[in-house]
């Protein structure tokens, strides 16, 4: 059984630029959320997807934008980076059905926007 | 709206000393509560739940945690700390009785020192 993968684990872009960070989930989960982790800050949702929509938001601009796919793997974009969009940003995965909280982390993609 | 707060940013013990890590919440409605520890380099991992019922709930690696409604508190405990207990921990809240959408204090980073 493997478990939440993420990548890049490491990126860095300049303020305006787009991103892509990528999700794989843990083998049989449906649903996913995605964090973003500001350096000595607890994470923050952003959203969560399941059967491939949008199933919540957190406060957050449309700037940020995800998909899920058939495969329940994921995607989040962030458009017109700013500085402040430097964070660690943590996939988590899970099954409906598992009960609250039971979400299952990855690593993080750490994004550092210059 | 839900929000948590983690009272001590850091705390150092000594091995096998007893540790208690607090956390105080706020929520106008009934809340689900978690403790969740993040290894260095690593993702987060859920390490206990409390939902309903009593009040005192067990998680992994000997740790547990007190429910207590009149002081809108989860304070997490061991008896005796090893150094792997070293890691950041994260207490969290259920956002509006989602069973994905968490909201995360600051953390507390516990170092058990030999």
């Known amino acids: 059984e493997t478990g939440v993968t993420q990548s890049p684990t490491h990126l860095i872009k300049t303020r305006g630029q787009q991103v892509t960070l990528r999700c794989s989930s843990q083998s049989g989960h449906n649903t996913v959320s995605w964090y973003q982790q500001a350096l000595g800050q607890g994470p923050q949702f952003i959203f969560q997807?399941?059967?491939?929509?949008?199933?919540g938001r957190g406060n957050f601009p449309p700037r940020f934008s995800g998909l899920q796919f058939p495969n329940y793997s994921s995607e989040l974009n962030v458009n017109a980076l700013e500085l402040d969009d430097s964070a660690l940003y943590l996939c988590a995965s899970s099954l409906v059905g598992l009960g609250p909280g039971e979400l299952f982390f990855g690593e993080g993609s750490r994004l550092t926007v210059l | 709206a839900q929000s948590v707060t983690q009272l001590d940013s850091q705390v150092p013990v000594f091995e096998e000393a007893p540790v208690e890590l607090r956390c105080n919440y706020s929520s106008s409605v009934s809340v689900y509560l978690f403790w969740y520890v993040q290894y260095p380099n690593q993702g987060l991992q859920l390490l206990l739940k409390?939902?309903?019922?009593?009040?005192l709930v067990k998680g992994i690696n000997g740790f547990e945690a007190e429910f207590n409604k009149s002081q809108t508190s989860f304070h997490l405990r061991k008896p005796s700390v090893h150094i792997s207990d070293t890691a950041e921990y994260f207490c969290a809240v259920s956002a509006g009785g989602s069973n994905y959408k968490l909201t995360f204090g600051k953390g507390t980073l516990l170092t058990v020192n030999p």
């Open positions: 409390y939902l309903s019922g009593s009040t």
């Open positions: 997807y399941y059967r491939e929509e949008e199933n």
